[in-house]
């Protein structure tokens, strides 16, 4: 059974930062492209920033560098730092393994609230 469980979301002042945690199992992680994606209320899901097997990273040219996406294969996680928050990246955030249409899997989410 696949699972992705997201944690270290929180309340932050504009300014600060955060870390958020995607612990996978059930895959064979390091062979994953791993993403964090983010959805507001009314707003469509984003991607946020998404890692290759092979350590490649992309950014959202919104958190390009304030965010930083990391894996560590030994562990089966993938991290987000968010650095510089804007209460604009209040968002529920989501991890997604994928390696292909067939094997595509989603976290819960955990919750970042901006806010002074």
């Known amino acids: 059974q696949v699972q992705l469980v997201e944690s270290g979301g929180g309340l932050v002042q504009p300014g600060g930062s955060l870390r958020v945690s995607c612990a996978a199992s059930?895959?064979?992680?390091?062979?994953?492209?791993m993403g964090w994606y983010r959805q507001a209320p009314g707003n469509q899901r984003e991607l946020v920033a998404s890692t290759t097997s092979s350590g490649d990273t992309n950014y959202a040219s919104s958190v390009k560098g304030r965010f930083i996406i990391s894996r560590d294969n030994g562990k089966n996680t993938v991290y987000l730092q968010m650095n510089s928050l804007k209460p604009e990246d209040t968002a529920r955030y989501y991890c997604n393994a994928n390696l292909g249409s067939q094997f595509d899997y989603w976290g819960q989410g955990t919750q970042v609230t901006v806010s002074s």
């Open positions: 059930g895959i064979n992680f390091r062979f994953y492209a």
